[in-house]
Structure formats: C-alpha cells, structure tokens
C-alpha cells in the first residue's frame, strides 16, 4: 500500500500521522485507529493460528489527541480452549481506551444443521464501480462499494469497504486487523439518518465466528435504536464467501468541533 500509514513507530510508541484523524474534532483520533490498534497489538502479541479472535470488545472513554500512544496488554486467562487478553490504549499518558479478547481453539465442526439467516446475495465489489472522487468517506480513509442506501438515508443499508493503507508502518495487515479497524465503520453506518451522523460511538464489539477471505468486509446495517441521545446500532459482517460475525456498538450524542 502507498497511502501515508495511520501510524509510525518509535520505539514502544505509535506516531499518528494525518491520516488517523477522527471526524469530530481535526485535532483528535479516529476511533476505527484506536480499536485497530488494540487488536492489532493483542493479535501480534497473544494470537496464533490456531486460536480465532471470536470476541474483541473495546470502550473508548476519552477522545485522544494526536500525542503518541502506548498499548499494554495483560494475559487474564490462558487456557488450552480459551484464552482472554485485556489491552489498553494510552495517549499522552493517560488512558483512552481498554479492550477485552477472547481468542477461542480452531477445532472440528460438529455434525449436525443449524437455523441460520438466509445467505447474502448481493454484488460482488469488483462488480461495482468505485464512487467519485469527492463522495469517497474522509477523503478516502478507505475505499467503499455501496450496495444499497447511503448515510443520507433512512432505508437500510448495506456496503463493502477495503483499508487503503497500512494501520503500523511497515506492517502487513492481517484478516483479524482488516476487519479489527472496520468495525468501527458499524457505528456511523447504522446510526446515521436523514440530518447527517448525529452519535459518536463509545464502543465497539466485534464477533467472528471465522476470520475474513480476501481485502474487502460488507457491512448489512441489522438494528439501530436511540432514545434521549442514547444509541445502539448492529451490523452484520461479511466476506466474499459469505456472513464472518457482526459488530455492535453504543453511542452518545455529539456535535462537531470545528
């Protein structure tokens, strides 16, 4: 990839550089970089082929400038089946974000059918055109490939959408951290309405019941509720072959910092 990374290493420490910065104000994170780099950090450290990250929960508490930023990790539970690992992201210091995973033994699928959801059936991304220059997202933090609806709409809504650069410098994103960074993108996709994305998320859990194939994660906007500037939102996630997990999150009412 030849796009300008999210971040930089320097020593213990990741540099954000322009690209991570967030929508709600110019001087802050993203938080699609926040949870990517939690997971990510948990993967190199604690994963392995044979455990699936099924579960990555992450609270994002602060909104965090564009300091450098630690993560430390800590094993809670290391199990021949299960294991658990706890992550927290600081910035300046001081604590933004914490993360919980649960990385589950690969093992053999039992017999047996059970009821799932109908099969997405929709087009492939290299059968869409990309948009146009000026409708890609945050001057094209990631490319996208709707399928229907848009964050201008109240129908439901279902897109692809690819990284276009790496989240580390020099550090080739993986399955778990492609999906890991998109999650995010369930939060203004299912919270969105006719006036614009009116909600910032403060969490994200991501649940894979297997890794994606290929570049390219759909998104199918499942649920979206809000009562007193309260929000949850659901999507369900998808590869190229087929339904992988969904991701989930609540939010808060927000106004843009110029």
Not at 29 to 39: E, K, M, Q, S, Y
Not at 118 to 127: C, E, G, I, L, S
Request: glycine share 10%.
């Amino acid at each position: 990839m030849s796009n300008k990374p999210f971040f930089t290493v320097d020593g213990d420490r990741f540099v954000p550089t322009d690209a991570a910065r967030g929508p709600w104000d110019p001087k802050s994170l993203h938080g699609r970089v926040i949870v990517g780099l939690l997971g990510a950090e948990i993967e190199r450290l604690h994963g392995g082929p044979e455990f699936v990250p099924a579960r990555l929960t992450v609270d994002m508490y602060r909104l965090p400038d564009l300091s450098p930023a630690e993560v430390t990790t800590r094993v809670v539970r290391e199990g021949y089946r299960i294991k658990v690992i706890d992550a927290e992201f600081f910035s300046a210091g001081v604590s933004a974000g914490r993360a919980t995973c649960q990385l589950l033994r690969r093992s053999e699928q039992p017999d047996g059918n059970v009821w799932k959801p109908p099969a997405w059936d929709v087009p492939k991304p290299d059968d869409i055109p990309p948009p146009e220059a000026s409708a890609r997202p945050m001057g094209g933090m990631w490319a996208t490939r709707r399928i229907a609806g848009d964050f201008g709409s109240v129908g439901q809504k279902r897109a692809w959408i690819s990284e276009v650069r790496e989240l580390v410098e020099g550090r080739p994103l993986t399955p778990f951290v492609r999906v890991a960074g998109a999650a995010d993108f369930a939060s203004p996709f299912a919270n969105a309405g006719d006036q614009g994305l009116k909600y910032i998320n403060s969490d994200v859990t991501l649940y894979l019941h297997r890794e994606p194939v290929g570049e390219w994660v759909g998104f199918e906007v499942v649920n979206h509720g809000a009562t007193e500037g309260v929000a949850i939102g659901e999507c369900f996630l998808y590869d190229v072959e087929g339904r992988i997990g969904s991701a989930s999150c609540c939010a808060l009412t927000q106004r843009r910092r110029a």
